[in-house]
């Protein structure tokens, strides 16, 4: 055998030891036996941001060598690109409708209930259009957002205009509840409806204003390990993470509901 020959077996030999490496399984640490980083992918709705971002810092933490993470976005939109084979962990839905997509296409199962969220009016803070009700939405004086129907936000919107026997003329519809929200801030929209949460999160931008009709368009949010994920045991104990005491204290903290 040529010397070239040698060196070129040897350098083979040497690359599939290196992919085995990376490959290995993953230790308690959230390192592979070999000790490289893991990475645990969660697509989360938007209205998740702030939290999960939070409590994806804590769960790094307590997993040293793990890193976490997010794909934030319309429920309806993820669940899509789940479908469609997105490498994903874990998913957290703002409905359980979205999450339905992810089940029933073998994507996943067993869906917790990890937390509930209402809706909010959030105006200016000098609310120049003085909404003051859900009512007052319907005013063609009152130029509103809502997220688009097939978005949790825009399907629980409907919901409680529903309940309120109201129809609402939107100036647009968004594909999730941070963009809604966005209008309203930059001062494109006199109201938004989007969830109470992400009124909380921004806190000195817009205004929340409660009402009545909300109580019948509460949203559950679900979560669950891909069955597929390439992670699977961060992934379960990402999901642990997210219905444990720690993290529950989180959510309300920052204004959702028990489930």
């Not at 409590?55 to 429920?75: C, D, I, Q, R, Y």
């Not at 006199?190 to 109470?196: G, I, M, N, T």
């Not at 949460?197 to 009545?212: L, N, R, S, W, Y």
Request: charge should be positive; glycine fraction near 8%.
């Amino acid at each position: 055998m040529s010397h070239r020959t040698t060196f070129r077996t040897a350098s083979i030999v040497a690359l599939a030891g290196v992919l085995a490496a990376g490959c290995g399984s993953t230790g308690k640490d959230g390192k592979g036996t070999s000790g490289k980083t893991r990475t645990v992918v969660v697509f989360a709705a938007a209205s998740l941001t702030e939290t999960f971002t939070a409590l994806g810092k804590t769960f790094e933490a307590s997993h040293p060598g793990v890193k976490v993470k997010f794909n934030f976005g319309g429920s309806s939109a993820l669940a899509q690109q789940i479908d469609q084979g997105a490498p994903a962990d874990v998913f957290a839905a703002a409905s359980p409708a979205t999450m339905k997509q992810v089940t029933d296409a073998g994507r996943a199962s067993g869906p917790r209930v990890f937390a509930r969220n209402r809706l909010e009016i959030a105006v200016p803070p000098a609310n120049p259009a003085k909404v003051a009700a859900l009512k007052d939405l319907a005013s063609s004086k009152v130029k509103v957002v809502l997220c688009a129907p097939q978005v949790p936000c825009g399907a629980a919107a409907l919901k409680a205009l529903k309940a309120a026997g109201l129809t609402v003329k939107p100036v647009s519809q968004e594909q999730d509840v941070k963009a809604a929200l966005t209008k309203v801030r930059l001062n494109e929209a006199d109201a938004a409806l989007v969830y109470r949460t992400d009124v909380k999160a921004a806190a000195g931008q817009v205004k929340g204003i409660d009402f009545p009709e909300a109580a019948k368009a509460i949203n559950d949010y679900p979560i669950a390990a891909i069955s597929k994920a390439p992670q699977p045991g961060l992934a379960g104990e990402f999901v642990q993470s997210v219905l444990s005491q720690q993290g529950q204290t989180t959510l309300l903290q920052a204004g959702f509901e028990k489930p």
